[in-house]
């Protein structure tokens, strides 16, 4: 039975299970969701954890909803479907069946869901199924397409027809005010650490985990502080780097391949590669800081199956060691999913070498980041800290 028009319904009888699926076949990545409001007055969502706070739901316990996961992951054209499943209804008053396009809310954009041959169909464990097209040709990024709403003669679907901004669904649609595309998460305290999970597809572009360090420098108004502080007019130079470790092993040791990427770097790395192993590149160096969006290390996300894990670390190269004063922090950056933050923090340390934090990458295809901030003499210290196991000699810049 297909729902044609806005208000039109349907009486959903007693069921063990509810199939709610969102189709199509259009090169555009369409999330499933769903958001609610119970009969006491709690509200909240289903949506990919993907998304900041977002979660596949549970059907063993409330909400008694589930999301089979992430479909159409890079704007791939084909047979895409996600599912919500659904085992009770008794406790809503109100759940709404969505769909947030992705690849238009990121840009940002404004166009139609017409154009991408969208269909939501529900099912029931006896075979009825009914079908709600998204076929409007309002302009948005978010279609509220149905929603079952509680009656006197049991659970009701209703084509609801809704399109709209990011903005005015986060307002309007109950348990929605969260939701956030892209958003950003502070790794404030040691061991603090969030996992991310990067929407990538491999041969597309703009596959890349980007990880950023920035901190201030001398400036004409610090001029005398500074002066003090590091020694003339000398300004600090922070670097970058980045320890790597692979899941790829070597044939003499049959140990994982380890690296060091780095401005120091000589021989065969040098930076790293991007597009070849260790699929990790240090985009260069920034001597003193003044370039305003500081030093970049790009991870190609593609080939992250052959990455292990990775620690981001900063070392003082010229300037005297006083943390509290570079306001040093660390962004790390993927493709659908909040900006991480990892401030060094108001510390003094007199060590030239910080551990910033650990990046895993887990067989889910999830990306942890966890906070260290620890300090050490130099990498030889930091080395024998964290076992890495390499060898070091003496590196510069020149």
Not at 22 to 31: E, F, Q, Y
Not at 174 to 203: E, W, Y
Not at 349 to 364: E, K, S
Not at 375 to 398: C, E, I, N, P, Q
Request: with cysteine.
């Amino acid at each position: 039975m297909e729902l044609k028009q806005k208000g039109a319904n349907a009486q959903i009888g007693a069921f063990k299970q509810l199939k709610v699926s969102l189709i199509w076949t259009s090169a555009v990545d369409l999330d499933l969701m769903a958001f609610y409001k119970t009969k006491d007055g709690r509200t909240g969502g289903v949506y990919s954890d993907g998304y900041a706070g977002g979660s596949l739901g549970d059907l063993n316990a409330f909400p008694f909803i589930q999301l089979s996961g992430d479909e159409g992951v890079g704007a791939t054209g084909g047979d895409n479907q996600e599912d919500l499943r659904i085992t009770k209804l008794d406790d809503f008053e109100e759940l709404y069946i969505c769909a947030l396009n992705f690849t238009d809310a990121s840009n940002p954009q404004q166009k139609v869901f017409r154009d991408y041959d969208a269909r939501v169909e529900v099912v029931t464990d006896r075979g009825e199924s009914h079908t709600v097209n998204l076929d409007s040709a309002q302009a948005g990024c978010v279609a509220v397409i149905c929603k079952f709403k509680s009656g006197f003669m049991g659970a009701e679907l209703v084509n609801d027809s809704m399109v709209m901004d990011l903005d005015k669904f986060r307002k309007d649609l109950p348990g929605a005010s969260g939701l956030q595309v892209q958003s950003k998460v502070t790794l404030a305290q040691k061991g603090d650490s969030f996992a991310i999970k990067p929407k990538v597809v491999a041969g597309k572009g703009g596959n890349e985990l980007v990880i950023n360090l920035n901190w201030n420098t001398k400036t004409e108004e610090k001029k005398g502080f500074f002066a003090s502080l590091f020694g003339g007019d000398d300004e600090i130079d922070l670097d970058l780097g980045v320890f790597v470790e692979t899941n790829v092993a070597n044939p003499d040791t049959n140990e994982p391949f380890k690296f060091c990427v780095q401005p120091l770097n000589q021989g065969l790395l040098k930076q790293g590669r991007f597009e070849e192993f260790p699929w990790v590149y240090h985009l260069g160096d920034d001597r003193t800081g003044a370039v305003d969006a500081g030093e970049f290390v790009k991870v190609n996300l593609a080939e992250r199956s052959g990455l292990r894990r990775l620690m981001v670390f900063t070392y003082i190269y010229e300037g005297a060691a006083n943390w509290a004063q570079t306001d040093g922090v660390v962004t790390v950056n993927a493709p659908g999913c909040p900006e991480l933050i990892v401030e060094l923090g108001k510390v003094s340390d007199q060590r030239t070498f910080c551990a910033i934090c650990w990046i895993d990458f887990l067989a889910d295809g999830s990306v942890k980041v966890t906070k260290c901030a620890t300090f050490h003499d130099d990498h030889v210290d930091a080395d024998r800290t964290y076992g890495w196991g390499l060898k070091w000699v003496a590196g510069s810049k020149d």
